[in-house]
C-alpha cells in the first residue's frame, strides 16, 4: 500500500474519533454548564436532547477517550472507534428497552436513541474503514497482515494486472513464496 493510501486510512481513523470525540465532550460539557440533575427519569434539554448529569459525565469521558485516541497509532484509533461503536449500539439498544420505565436513569427518550444508533454506525464506520471487506486489495496491511506478509510490498513484488498476487482474480495460493518462505 502506498504512503498517501496509509496517510487515507490512518486520517479516516482519527478523523472519526476526532470529530464524534468533540461533539461528545461539548454536549456533556454544556450539560455541566447548565447544571442539569445527576439522575431523572426526563431529562433537562441540552443541545436538542434531554441528559442528565451522569449522562453529561459518561458523554465528557467518551469524548475524551476518542479525543485522546486521535492523536494515537491509526490501528489503535480505529480498534478504538470500532469498541466505542459497539458500545454506543449496545446502549441504544439497552436505552430504548428501558425507556419510560423506573430503570432509565440518563434521562433518554427517543432521540437519544437514534443519536447513540447513529454515532456507533458512524464510529464502527470510520474503525472498520480499510479493514474489513471482501475485496481488499493486497497492498492494503490489513490484507497482508491476514496473509502473512509484510505490511509494505517489496520493491518488484509483482501484484499483477488485478491486484493479487501472481495477477489472478484471487488471492495467489502461492503466498508462502511471496512472503519469502520455501512451501
Known amino acids: 500500500m502506498t504512503s498517501t493510501s496509509k496517510q487515507r486510512l490512518a486520517r479516516v481513523y482519527r478523523t472519526g474519533a476526532g470529530v464524534f470525540g468533540f461533539v461528545l465532550a461539548v454536549y456533556g460539557v454544556v450539560g455541566f454548564v447548565q447544571q442539569v440533575p445527576l439522575t431523572a427519569h426526563r431529562g433537562e434539554p441540552v443541545l436538542g436532547m434531554p441528559t442528565t448529569g451522569l449522562l453529561a459525565g459518561i458523554s465528557v469521558v467518551t469524548g475524551l477517550i476518542l479525543l485522546f485516541a486521535a492523536f494515537l497509532k491509526p490501528a489503535i ?107
Open 77 to 183: 484509533a480505529s480498534t478504538v472507534d470500532v469498541a466505542i461503536g459497539i458500545l454506543f449500539l449496545l446502549s441504544g439498544l439497552i436505552n430504548i428497552c428501558v425507556l419510560r420505565t423506573s430503570l432509565e436513569v440518563l434521562g433518554f427518550d427517543m432521540r437519544n436513541v437514534i443519536f447513540s444508533f447513529v454515532v456507533g454506525l458512524g464510529l464502527m464506520t470510520c474503525g472498520f474503514y480499510g479493514r474489513v471487506s471482501g475485496s481488499l486489495p493486497p497492498d492494503n496491511p490489513n490484507w497482508r497482515r491476514r496473509h502473512g506478509l509484510p505490511e509494505e510490498p517489496r520493491e518488484g513484488e509483482d501484484l499483477g494486472r488485478t491486484g493479487y498476487p501472481g495477477g489472478g482474480t484471487e488471492p495467489s495460493r502461492d503466498l508462502d513464496a511471496i512472503a519469502g518462505q520455501k512451501e
